[in-house]
């Protein structure tokens, strides 16, 4: 299925370094005191915690009917044994890994001899649970064409709704020392799984198919529901125990797999080993595939402003030069044009320089912004004027070479621009007072560019604007992705979430500065929005709102239709606009047009905010 794509050489590598390292237990020190073909069964291997209590310890003659075949990334097959024993936490299942293409077929009763080990998924350092399996094995065919055990079916009854134990303070936080408990845990409950041959039934699709052939269900139609299909994470406590990631055994030239979007259903019965992978965690890889039902899920289209009301909008454009084909600088023009309904300032993120990820020194955006500018014209839209601060290069993170930044889009038509001597990638912007209301010494500008916060990250750009006579501050930011944290399957529980804390000093840098407009005018129209990279009840999103000098608009919608973004499975909030107190009367919008389709202009969603200054 990966054979195609990039993440399969991550995969390989992956294998390779925990070859190397041990963390597959090939060594020969492991092999020490080899289990007899006698004692040992599947069940004893997996044991009654994450961890197999046979960690390194060779074992022979494990028997079981190979129940699923994987002939790419990590190559290997499941075996499972049919004469279960009478402990819920104990799976039947596991994984045999083999590199090279296995020589089984399903169906087949096999006698497996190797070595008991624990692998990774994306490194110790991920955080990520351990797959339980048998390395470098010895394997005899003993008969063929066997039916298979019957598959555990998984569904709304079966699955808990508690999410995962509190982590044991002594392991770190760890939950793999614990003894399962799959009546109460929703990931005790698909651990005590692992490897063994599931099967659910119809199921609404929570996340599009992605280019890397996975989408995912829930088999809980009912948790926590939005109305157009998705499933909400709404807190730090509700992951939604009834996602489950599907991939298929199949190779994509011989099956392809089947294309959906959030609230199209997965029809019928989907069948096979339950993995557990760095891309999703728990994973139904699917023998037997069910049949994509195509929804009436179609993109939204805002209102569009009054005379009187200003529309701004934020718009992640997902790593935009003029190496991209044409259609992507029309379809995202389309959007901005037909869906967003032309607001009168767009803020972009990630626009990168005229040659993209060509890591030359180029740090001009002028040729993308003229691409994309013209493009809104060519779909009936506004001349858009724009206003940006080329970064020093590779100063800002993002895909080396591109040089990403935030720009302002205004139409001039209906808004103007201040240029208050146009700041520089170094030079800071500040708060002035003129005529008794707020002024920024530098506009465009960069708040506190020096400030360690904002190592490799993107720099706030303010900017000041005149609408009907009534200035309006505009604040443009990109914070720290979410790379590095720990998914929400991980070994840790809670999960560690590392990349908060840079957000964290972004956002008080960003709060401070807004705090500086509102002593100079506290009456002052400000708007902080952008790609915060971070949940509405956040510690970002508090830290931003601190003191009452911001408020996250996006609460003002009910709590269903909060979400900006789809990642496995939870559609959640990245995309915030943030209001100053005097902007109270407001209509807000999160305009589903790509993150619930599997075919995507940008993988955000933008976010429309109408007001009367």
Do not use: C
Not at 135 to 164: D, I, Q, R, W
Not at 262 to 275: C, F, N, S
């Amino acid at each position: 299925m990966r054979s195609s794509h990039p993440r399969s050489a991550a995969v390989a590598a992956l294998v390779a370094t925990a070859l190397a390292s041990g963390l597959l237990a090939g060594t020969a020190d492991a092999a020490e005191g080899a289990v007899s073909a006698d004692s040992v069964r599947i069940h004893d291997i997996q044991g009654t915690t994450r961890i197999s209590p046979l960690n390194g310890k060779a074992v022979t003659g494990v028997q079981g009917i190979v129940t699923g075949v994987r002939t790419y990334g990590s190559r290997g097959f499941w075996i499972q044994d049919p004469d279960a024993d009478d402990n819920p936490a104990t799976s039947e299942g596991i994984f045999v890994f083999t590199s090279s293409a296995p020589t089984v077929a399903v169906g087949d009763a096999v006698k497996v001899s190797g070595t008991v080990g624990e692998y990774v998924p994306g490194g110790a350092a991920s955080g990520n649970q351990s797959v339980t399996q048998i390395a470098k094995p010895t394997v005899t065919v003993l008969s063929s064409g066997n039916a298979l055990p019957e598959a555990t079916v998984v569904n709304e009854y079966s699955v808990p709704a508690e999410y995962a134990p509190a982590g044991d303070p002594a392991a770190g936080g760890s939950i793999n020392g614990l003894t399962l408990d799959p009546s109460r845990y929703a990931l005790d409950y698909y651990e005590s799984l692992e490897g063994m041959n599931i099967r659910i039934g119809t199921s609404r699709v929570v996340g599009a198919t992605v280019p890397y052939a996975e989408l995912w269900v829930t088999v809980k139609g009912w948790e926590n529901t939005v109305k157009r299909g998705g499933t909400l994470y709404g807190s730090y406590e509700s992951q939604n125990t009834g996602r489950l990631q599907i991939q298929q055994l199949a190779p994509l030239a011989q099956q392809p797999f089947p294309v959906a979007n959030v609230g199209d259903r997965l029809t019928g019965t989907t069948e096979g080993p339950l993995d557990f992978n760095q891309f999703g965690g728990y994973t139904l890889v699917a023998r037997t595939l069910g049949t994509v039902k195509a929804g009436t899920l179609a993109p939204e289209k805002t209102k569009a402003q009054s005379p009187g009301e200003l529309a701004v909008a934020t718009y992640n454009v997902e790593n935009l030069d003029p190496t991209d084909p044409q259609e992507k600088f029309d379809n995202l023009a389309k959007a901005v044009v037909q869906n967003l309904a032309s607001p009168d300032i767009v803020a972009l993120e990630e626009i990168q320089d005229d040659n993209g990820a060509k890591n030359d020194g180029t740090v001009s955006a002028e040729e993308t912004i003229k691409k994309f500018t013209a493009a809104v014209v060519a779909a009936g839209g506004p001349a858009y004027e724009w206003r940006s601060i080329s970064p020093e290069n590779g100063k800002d993170g993002g895909e080396p070479g591109g040089n990403i930044r935030q720009v302002f889009l205004f139409n001039p038509a209906r808004v103007s621009f201040t240029d208050r001597a146009a700041g520089d990638a170094l030079t800071a912007t500040g708060v002035a007072r003129e005529n008794g209301k707020a002024a920024l010494t530098h506009s465009p500008g960069r708040i506190d560019p020096a400030n360690p916060a904002w190592t490799d990250s993107r720099k706030p750009l303010a900017g000041e604007f005149v609408f009907r006579g009534r200035t309006v501050f505009v604040i443009a930011n990109h914070f720290s992705s979410k790379g590095g944290d720990e998914g929400l399957a991980s070994q840790h529980q809670p999960p560690v979430r590392k990349s908060e804390e840079k957000r964290l000093l972004q956002a008080q840098a960003v709060n401070t500065f807004v705090k500086d407009i509102l002593a100079a005018d506290k009456n002052a129209d400000v708007l902080a929005l952008g790609d915060i990279n971070d949940f509405e009840f956040s510690n970002t999103a508090k830290a931003l709102e601190d003191g009452g000098a911001l408020f996250s608009a996006i609460k003002s919608l009910p709590k269903a239709e909060r979400y900006s973004y789809v990642y496995q499975g939870n559609a959640q909030v990245l995309d915030q606009i943030l209001v100053s107190p005097a902007i109270k009367n407001y209509a807000y919008d999160s305009v589903h047009i790509n993150a619930e389709f599997s075919v995507q202009n940008s993988d955000h969603d933008p976010q429309v905010l109408r007001f009367r200054p």
